[in-house]
């Protein structure tokens, strides 16, 4: 079989075709389950994104957190390559052991607070579009056009540990709540709330789930979100972030008694489940986090970013409120349609999308240096004040 070199991939590249033609080749034969920008993009690298005629975008979404280590991370990148030039990237049965799952299965799992040993839900929340996470999202349009949907949960407000506590019943198992909103309005709970969903589970013997995929690994100033609260849940979901955006990760980080009381063998199974190369991209992503210090980065940026906002906000006759945590921010507007402002935005090298229709999301990488932030501020003080 022939080697296929770095040159040869690069001929291989899409460069000679044009924008209108993918965008036309999307509408035409991909499913049409999102309202995109009208932007092409050829070329991801750190916080920019590059188009066909090599205009850059500020990427300020980060692709919802997947990127927080920067696009195409060069020690993320490398990790990768040698490893399928080394030949253990291929996947391989799980009837077998893989070293980059070992490796990758001890890393999370130390770096994650020490779980002790152990389902309600908040308003707002979204975890993601499964059949049964589905169930309980309280977004209609998640659930519209699905079933049967699965019985047995309970939605309550986001932030109310009143409403939480009212709705055990004798059947309940645990709660599952995102430390943060952030496809829900990027809102932050209201102080203590995850000390009182602590409090809530302990006194019932129920597990408390905290969702981190967006507001993990550092994206909020903090290693896991929950830690703004000094709060350790029974489990964590983790993912996005976990691997760099490169491949995609997820995992869910238990203590042992739990973990071995829902799995036995035969009871789960996944043909990509512990992927070699994946696992190589989450080894080395959770290293850039570690040792390039991206939590407390983006507790330092995000705290520039969010004083810069808040200015701007207060002369700006559009904007209700700005909220957020880290580089974590959104900035509600008083007449909704934030789309809208998001396509100026757009117009002006700034990538940012909507969260909820009211409220636009800003949440770069965490590697997002002082200039690009003065790039951005800028161009949001053009958008948001007339």
């Given at each position: 079989?022939?080697?296929?070199?770095?040159?040869?991939?690069?001929?291989?590249?899409?460069?000679?075709?044009?924008?209108?033609?993918?965008?036309?080749?999307?509408k035409a034969y991909g499913a049409?389950?999102?309202?995109?920008?009208?932007?092409?993009?050829?070329?991801?690298?750190?916080?920019?994104?590059?188009?066909?005629?090599?205009?850059?975008?500020?990427?300020?979404?980060?692709?919802?957190?997947?990127?927080?280590?920067?696009?195409?991370?060069?020690?993320?990148?490398?990790?990768?390559?040698?490893?399928?030039?080394?030949?253990?990237?291929?996947?391989?049965?799980?009837?077998?052991?893989?070293?980059?799952?070992?490796?990758?299965?001890?890393?999370?799992?130390?770096?994650?607070?020490?779980?002790?040993?152990?389902?309600?839900?908040?308003?707002?929340?979204?975890?993601?579009?499964?059949?049964?996470?589905?169930?309980?999202?309280?977004?209609?349009?998640?659930?519209?056009?699905?079933?049967?949907?699965?019985?047995?949960?309970?939605?309550?407000?986001?932030?109310?540990?009143?409403?939480?506590?009212?709705?055990?019943?004798?059947?309940?198992?645990?709660?599952?709540?995102?430390?943060?909103?952030?496809?829900?309005?990027?809102?932050?709970?209201?102080?203590?709330?995850?000390?009182?969903?602590?409090?809530?589970?302990?006194?019932?013997?129920?597990?408390?789930?905290?969702?981190?995929?967006?507001?993990?690994?550092?994206?909020?100033?903090?290693?896991?979100?929950?830690?703004h609260e000094n709060v350790i849940?029974?489990?964590?979901?983790?993912?996005?972030?976990?691997?760099?955006?490169?491949?995609?990760?997820?995992?869910?980080?238990?203590?042992?008694?739990?973990?071995?009381?829902?799995?036995?063998?035969?009871?789960?199974?996944?043909?990509?489940?512990?992927?070699?190369?994946?696992?190589?991209?989450?080894?080395?992503?959770?290293?850039?986090?570690?040792?390039?210090?991206?939590?407390?980065?983006?507790?330092?940026?995000?705290?520039?970013?969010?004083?810069?906002?808040?200015?701007?906000?207060?002369?700006?006759?559009?904007?209700?409120?700005?909220?957020?945590?880290?580089?974590?921010?959104?900035?509600?507007?008083?007449?909704?349609?934030?789309?809208?402002?998001?396509?100026?935005?757009?117009?002006?090298?700034?990538?940012?999308?909507?969260?909820?229709?009211?409220?636009?999301?800003?949440?770069?990488?965490?590697?997002?240096?002082?200039?690009?932030?003065?790039?951005?501020?800028?161009?949001?003080?053009?958008?948001?004040?007339?």
């Amino acid at each position: 079989m022939a080697e296929i070199s770095i040159k040869d991939i690069n001929m291989i590249g899409f460069s000679q075709v044009t924008d209108d033609e993918i965008l036309n080749f999307v509408k035409a034969y991909g499913a049409h389950h999102y309202k995109r920008l009208n932007l092409v993009v050829r070329k991801a690298e750190g916080v920019w994104l590059t188009d066909i005629k090599d205009k850059k975008y500020l990427d300020c979404l980060a692709a919802y957190s997947a990127a927080n280590q920067g696009h195409h991370h060069p020690r993320i990148v490398r990790a990768v390559v040698e490893a399928l030039l080394g030949g253990c990237g291929s996947v391989v049965s799980n009837m077998v052991y893989s070293d980059p799952l070992g490796i990758f299965s001890k890393k999370i799992a130390t770096l994650v607070p020490q779980l002790g040993p152990r389902f309600g839900e908040n308003g707002n929340n979204f975890h993601g579009r499964m059949i049964t996470v589905v169930s309980f999202s309280s977004t209609p349009k998640y659930k519209t056009g699905f079933g049967p949907l699965t019985p047995g949960f309970v939605t309550v407000d986001y932030g109310d540990s009143d409403a939480v506590e009212k709705a055990i019943n004798k059947n309940t198992c645990g709660i599952l709540v995102e430390p943060m909103q952030g496809e829900g309005g990027m809102y932050i709970p209201p102080d203590g709330f995850l000390k009182q969903l602590r409090e809530i589970a302990d006194r019932h013997n129920l597990l408390l789930i905290f969702d981190e995929i967006q507001v993990g690994l550092g994206r909020t100033g903090k290693m896991f979100c929950f830690e703004h609260e000094n709060v350790i849940p029974d489990g964590v979901v983790l993912g996005k972030a976990i691997s760099g955006g490169v491949l995609p990760l997820s995992v869910f980080v238990t203590n042992s008694a739990l973990m071995d009381i829902a799995f036995q063998p035969g009871s789960d199974g996944s043909t990509f489940g512990g992927y070699p190369l994946a696992c190589v991209a989450g080894i080395a992503a959770l290293d850039v986090i570690v040792e390039e210090k991206l939590p407390a980065k983006s507790a330092e940026k995000g705290e520039i970013l969010k004083k810069k906002i808040m200015e701007i906000a207060a002369h700006s006759p559009h904007v209700k409120e700005v909220r957020g945590c880290g580089l974590f921010i959104g900035i509600e507007m008083k007449g909704g349609d934030a789309i809208s402002y998001c396509r100026k935005l757009l117009d002006l090298g700034i990538l940012a999308n909507d969260s909820h229709g009211h409220t636009i999301r800003i949440s770069p990488p965490l590697i997002i240096n002082d200039n690009e932030i003065d790039y951005l501020a800028e161009r949001l003080e053009r958008v948001l004040i007339d």
